[in-house]
């Protein structure tokens, strides 16, 4: 990986100071930014979102009082990469960048933080691990199914992105799903592979939790659209939807399906940073940081 890929430890995720652990040759975790946005339908911006998660993480501390560890130090650090270039990529072109790219890191053991724009990108990603291992899931958390075939005449939209998975074959558990339109729930009665839990039925107990994490394999890939949070937490989205997962209930899921899977890899999208508005971005950075932190404290990395 050329030193002109990667920012400098004062540049990178969290801003700690020792350059050491923000170098590609030491830094177990790497943060991958995928900033490409093409098929956004409602409001745009999702492209400026990768790099204000990692802006944002400068002001996370470092000690997370939860798990008593500065995660960053016991994982031996992060070194964060610099934003992917989509230039004349669109597509099934981009995604096939994206997957190239993601198994280039693979080969190189890196354990892959992504940060895209629209959730598109996570077909690319997807495509990627499902090479290099065999019997992954996925575990979607997201207000949108995004199960249609195509949106707006695009098969690669951000709204079929599931679509394209479950073409793949792979297990998929969504979480917090709210909107969608019929084609897409009439997908999940007909399929055996899709196991949909929706926000109305998340709000009695969480007993929803352990329902979700018994449908996953053993080894799982996490994807996070930020509109599956409730938008009273993170409003800069470009669809965002009333009622869904709480701070505390999306932290809980996490930290009890890292005790119970191996999650090999996650990836953060759909952010769209608003102009004077902090919130949704420093959200974020904090829980990429607070899922380090439980992949550390279960022996993951």
Same mark, same amino acid.
């Given at each position: /990986? ?5 920012? *400098? ?13 923000? @170098?590609?040759?030491?830094?177990? !975790? ?43 130090? /016991? ?16 597509? +099934? ?20 933080? +992504? ?21 992954? +899931? ?11 075939? $195509? ?12 679509? $394209?998975?479950?073409? /793949?074959?792979?297990?998929? !558990?969504?979480?917090?799903? $709210? ?15 899709? @196991? ?6 998340? #709000?009695? #107990? #969480?007993?929803? /939790? ?85 992949? +550390?404290? *279960?022996?993951?990395?």
């Amino acid at each position: /990986m050329p030193a002109e890929q990667t920012l *400098n430890c004062d540049e990178g995720f969290l801003g700690f100071p020792e350059p050491e652990l923000a @170098h590609i040759d030491h830094a177990k !975790v790497v943060i991958q930014q995928c900033p490409y946005e093409y098929t956004s339908s409602y409001l745009k911006g999702s492209a400026a979102g990768p790099a204000a998660i990692v802006n944002a993480s400068h002001f996370v501390e470092f000690y997370d009082e939860e798990l008593g560890i500065e995660t960053y130090k /016991m994982i031996g650090g992060i070194c964060s990469l610099e934003p992917l270039n989509f230039t004349g990529l669109v597509n +099934s072109d981009a995604i096939d960048f994206i997957e190239q790219t993601t198994l280039g890191l693979i080969e190189k053991d890196k354990f892959i933080v +992504s940060l895209g724009a629209e959730h598109t990108v996570t077909a690319g990603l997807v495509s990627a691990f499902s090479k290099t291992h065999k019997n992954i +899931s996925i575990l979607q958390i997201d207000a949108h199914s995004d199960l249609r075939d $195509r949106y707006e005449g695009n098969p690669y939209s951000h709204a079929s992105v599931m679509a $394209r998975i479950h073409e /793949m074959g792979l297990p998929i !558990v969504q979480v917090g799903v $709210r909107a969608q339109c019929k084609e897409e729930a009439d997908i999940i009665k007909e399929s055996a592979h899709i @196991h949909t839990i929706y926000a109305h039925q998340m #709000n009695e #107990n #969480n007993s929803w /939790m352990d329902q979700a994490i018994d449908a996953l394999s053993d080894e799982v890939y996490l994807t996070i659209d930020t509109d599956g949070l409730d938008p009273s937490i993170a409003p800069a989205v470009g669809t965002p939807e009333p009622g869904g997962l709480s701070w505390s209930q999306l932290c809980t899921l996490i930290k009890k399906l890292a005790s119970r899977k191996k999650i090999i890899s996650f990836d953060i999208v759909e952010l769209a940073p608003r102009k004077g508005d902090i919130l949704t971005q420093y959200t974020m950075a904090k829980l990429c940081y607070k899922i380090l932190g439980y992949l +550390s404290t *279960n022996k993951q990395l």
